[in-house]
């Protein structure tokens, strides 16, 4: 079975640019979870998307905004970056929001020069 | 607001010697707290979900207990492939979904 799927798996970007990131959860998964993790940190919430509906939000400035599609896929959008957005981005998929069990993905690298 | 704390921040331990790591956590009404290893470069990896006091749970050399303070992840005769990040998260009923992580355990084991 396939799991989570990220991509790309690494990119880098200038600061200022626009960056997509995209996502495909696991088969039968219904919600997508965004996660920001900084090097030595552990991952920080970003967006939940159930039944392409926004659900949960985390502490992150407007220039960051998700959305998720039909076929339950998500992408992640960053604009104007910053040298500071520079992190591994984890993509999260559960069955349901009331499912406990969330399974991320290998993650996308972005770097920030 | 939520907090989770894990120590140490790392550890070094000799293949068979057993430990156990800490995730000390403030939550206003756990929904319920999870384990997650991690290998450098690569997403977290579940290990458990834990939701009340006095739970266990335990997969292979791995044993994860639950009070209503903290959470301890028992590491038995570990293995130089049990070389991980062990991230702890918890998530609370008022906050919706999203899970509130620490910043990790660096485990490794040396044979």
């Known amino acids: 079975d396939a799991g989570v799927t990220q991509s790309p798996t690494h990119l880098i970007k200038t600061r200022g640019q626009h960056v997509t990131l995209r996502c495909s959860p696991i088969s039968g998964h219904k919600s997508v979870s965004w996660y920001q993790q900084v090097l030595g940190q552990g991952p920080q919430f970003i967006f939940q998307y159930y039944e392409k509906e926004e659900r949960g939000r985390g502490n992150f400035p407007d220039r960051f905004s998700a959305r998720q599609f039909p076929n339950y896929s998500s992408e992640l959008n960053v604009n104007a970056l910053l040298l500071g957005d520079s992190a591994l981005y984890l993509c999260?998929?559960?069955?349901?929001?009331?499912?406990?069990?969330?399974?991320f993905g290998q993650g996308t690298r972005l770097t920030v020069v | 607001e939520d907090q989770v704390t894990q120590s140490p921040e790392a550890l070094r331990l000799q293949e068979g010697e057993s430990s156990s790591l800490n995730c000390s956590y403030t939550?206003?009404?756990?929904?319920?707290l999870f384990w997650y290893r991690q290998d450098p470069g690569k997403g977290p990896e579940f290990l458990f979900t834990?939701?009340?006091a006095g739970e266990e749970k335990e997969k292979e050399r791995l044993k994860a207990t639950l009070t209503k303070k903290e959470s301890f992840l028992h590491i038995t005769a570990p293995k130089p492939e049990d070389s991980a990040t062990y991230l702890c998260a918890v998530q609370a009923w008022v906050s919706g979904y999203a899970l509130n992580f620490g910043k990790g355990t660096s485990l490794l084991v040396t044979p």
């Open positions: 939550v206003s009404g756990l929904r319920g």
């Open positions: 834990l939701y009340s």
């Open positions: 999260a998929s559960s069955f349901s929001t009331g499912d406990t069990e969330a399974f």
